[in-house]
């Protein structure tokens, strides 16, 4: 294979395939844990490129090793696959044909740009350094269990050989076609839930002083929650804590046995994030316990903040340039206060994750887990560009 051609003229000349890759999965979308067809589907595709496929990572997940002829390190790509519990309302003639399930956060077109650079770095062995694993994930969007990131780690996708370091890239509304942004620090939210229920003595409305009131608990912690942000979070930091919802009793004139309050976290630092919940926990079980009750928090650590590496970011954004010109990097300005679970990879090795830009002049872009989301799919061949570059970029120098 001619290998002096540019990444661009490959990529280009890949992209009807990505496409229809891209087009085949969004018509199949699969939830979260059970993306078995996609992930054949990944496992089939790269063994056809003559890439040494491994199966099997938390049930769905898939692992792509492509060998550079030249020594250096080894570099992680990761790409998730799964698609969201909610009807497509778009008029694609490639739309869902799954009732209920769509691919509406475009992990179709993630999975399909990884398949893209395996086509693209398979052809350029030659002028690859050291390792690049491809590493295609499950289970994204289901924080509730923790999502599929950690346990790929925990299955052993990051050794044999040890990756030095990752890029992860989301499609992302808020820029414009043709851009990839990223920051250094803080790029997207830790989110955790928690369930506080409150445990009083049921009695009659009448008679207060021979009941404990949950209710009354319940409404003092969630005041006390306030004073987390406003008195303990130091104020050059961001946090937020919100109650979402608050359920107790069943009568107007009954004092119920318990009451129940749940809500989110989000912080951006991993201090702030275990100071929050610490806080939390003793604040609902101190005040209950005050009052003559008890209080059980179910705090669930789930997706911590997601934080760029400032090395890899650098790295990150001299190969963006450097592939689309300077009017083709956006520093990005604040992180996303959405979770993403590429943040257990970016808390394992040096990381970096880049928002890949699909928004046209002029138009309003339609946003994730909207059940009419879309992206231009010009976006897939400028995404396949970039990482390749880092792939190729990031694998110079000694390994692990
Ligand atoms: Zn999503
Ligand atoms: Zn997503």
Not at 30 to 48: D, F, N, P, Q, Y
Not at 132 to 159: N, S
Not at 236 to 245: D, K, P
Not at 338 to 354: I, R
Request: charged share 25%; net charge negative; proline share 6%.
């Amino acid at each position: 294979m001619a290998s002096n051609e540019s990444i661009e003229t490959l990529v280009q000349d890949a992209l009807p395939w990505i496409v229809e890759i891209r087009r085949d999965l969004h018509r199949h979308p699969e939830k979260s844990g059970g993306e078995t067809r996609t992930s054949a589907i990944v496992a089939e595709r790269l063994a056809g490129l003559g890439v040494e496929v491994r199966t099997g990572y938390y049930g769905t997940g898939v692992v792509g090793v492509i060998r550079g002829e030249k020594p250096g390190r080894t570099v992680g790509l990761r790409f998730d696959m799964d698609a969201l519990e909610m009807d497509e309302l778009t008029d694609h003639d490639f739309r869902s044909t799954v009732p209920g399930m769509m691919h509406a956060c475009g992990h179709d077109g993630h999975t399909a740009m990884g398949l893209g650079a395996a086509k693209v770095l398979t052809a350029m062995r030659d002028r690859l350094h050291g390792t690049v694993k491809l590493i295609f994930q499950p289970a994204e969007e289901d924080a509730m269990t923790g999502g599929g990131a950690q346990y790929m780690i925990r299955d052993g996708a990051l050794e044999d050989p040890r990756v030095d370091c990752m890029v992860g890239m989301h499609l992302w509304p808020d820029q414009d076609l043709g851009v990839v942004g990223t920051k250094p620090g803080a790029m997207m939210a830790g989110s955790d839930p928690f369930i506080i229920t409150v445990e009083g003595k049921g009695g009659h409305a009448s008679l207060p002083h021979r009941a404990i009131d949950p209710i009354y608990i319940g409404s003092q912690i969630v005041s006390a929650l306030q004073s987390i942000v406003s008195r303990n979070v130091d104020p050059f930091e961001q946090a937020v804590v919100t109650v979402g919802t608050f359920k107790g009793g069943s009568r107007y004139n009954v004092i119920p046995q318990t009451a129940t309050i749940e809500g989110t976290v989000r912080s951006f630092d991993e201090g702030v994030r275990m100071l929050v919940r610490d806080r939390l926990i003793a604040i609902a079980e101190k005040t209950a316990e005050a009052l003559g009750g008890r209080a059980v928090v179910d705090y669930r650590l789930t997706y911590p903040p997601l934080i760029n590496d400032e090395r890899t970011y650098e790295k990150v954004k001299a190969c963006i340039r450097a592939e689309l010109g300077d009017g083709g990097y956006a520093e990005v300005g604040r992180p996303a206060p959405g979770g993403e679970d590429f943040a257990f990879f970016a808390k394992a090795v040096p990381s970096a994750f880049t928002f890949l830009g699909y928004r046209r002049p002029g138009e309003e872009p339609v946003q994730p887990h909207n059940p009419r989301y879309d992206f231009d799919e010009r976006a897939l061949g400028y995404g396949v560009r970039v990482l390749v570059r880092c792939a190729l970029e990031l694998g110079k120098g000694e390994g692990a």
